[in-house]
T-cell receptor, first 114, second 113 residues
Framework: KAGVTQTPRYLIKTRGQQVTLSCSPI?????VSWYQQTPGQGLQFLFE???????NKGNFPGRFSGRQFSNSRSEMNVSTLELGDSALYLC?????????????FGPGTRLTVL | DQQVKQNSPSLSVQEGRISILNCDYT??????FLWYKKYPAEGPTFLIS?????DKNEDGRFTVFLNKSAKHLSLHIVPSQPGDSAVYFC????????????FGPGTRLSVLP
């Protein structure tokens, strides 16, 4: 099976712009989670989608939003970009999103905000 | 306040010796714990997990120990190999809440030949 894919891999934006990141989960996986990774902070949970519904949400401002399509592909949007949004954004998928499901991560999208 | 802590940012170990990576958590609701390994330019890869009903889980060279009373877990790698050099993340969740994992900041392991 193909792994989790994320596009684009690298992105450079300026403050105030908005950005959309895309994630294609492993075939058959219905849960998609998004994480932000910054140096020294580890991975911080953004949100999880299951069957097109947001099921869990982390402590991020409303500028961060997402959605999931009927084929389980997911997009994440960040509006009014700030310098502090520069990070690696990781997407992970799992079969059913149960608490003990293993998450499989994509390679990430490296976002740089200038 | 970090709910999952990995107090050693880096660790160096000689090839063939044991690597011990530590993780502490503060939230007593956490009942499921995982370790992930991450190479540069790749996403994290699942290594091993443990639920709170166990205190030890083994998978080949990797063993995770859980001390619930101390809210502490550790990952032992025996023997360590140069290919184990990576950043290791500890993660925790309350299973009832599904896939809401809290990750630690990571420990960079260097295995020296």
């Amino acid at each position: 099976k193909a792994g989790v894919t994320q596009t684009p891999r690298y992105l450079i934006k300026t403050r105030g712009q908005q950005v959309t990141l895309s994630c294609s989960p492993i075939s058959g996986h219905r849960s998609v989670s998004w994480y932000q990774q910054t140096p020294g902070q580890g991975l911080q949970f953004l949100f999880e989608y299951f069957s097109e519904t947001q099921r869990n949400k982390g402590n991020f401002p409303g500028r961060f939003s997402g959605r999931q399509f009927s084929n389980s592909r997911s997009e994440m949007n960040v509006s009014t970009l700030e310098l502090g949004d520069s990070a690696l954004y990781l997407c992970a998928s799992s079969p059913s999103g149960q608490g003990t499901d293993t998450q499989y991560f994509g390679p990430g999208t490296r976002l740089t905000v200038l | 306040d970090q709910q999952v802590k990995q107090n050693s940012p880096s660790l160096s170990v000689q090839e063939g010796r044991i690597s011990i990576l530590n993780c502490d958590y503060t939230n007593s609701m956490f009942d499921y714990f995982l370790w992930y390994k991450k190479y540069p330019a790749e996403g994290p890869t699942f290594l091993i997990s443990i639920s709170s009903i166990k205190d030890k889980n083994e998978d080949g060279r990797f063993t995770v120990f859980l001390n619930k009373s101390a809210k502490h877990l550790s990952l032992h790698i025996v023997p360590s190999q140069p290919g184990d050099s990576a950043v290791y993340f500890c993660a925790a969740s309350a299973m009832y809440y599904g896939q809401n994992f809290v990750f630690g900041p990571g420990t960079r392991l260097s295995v020296l030949p």
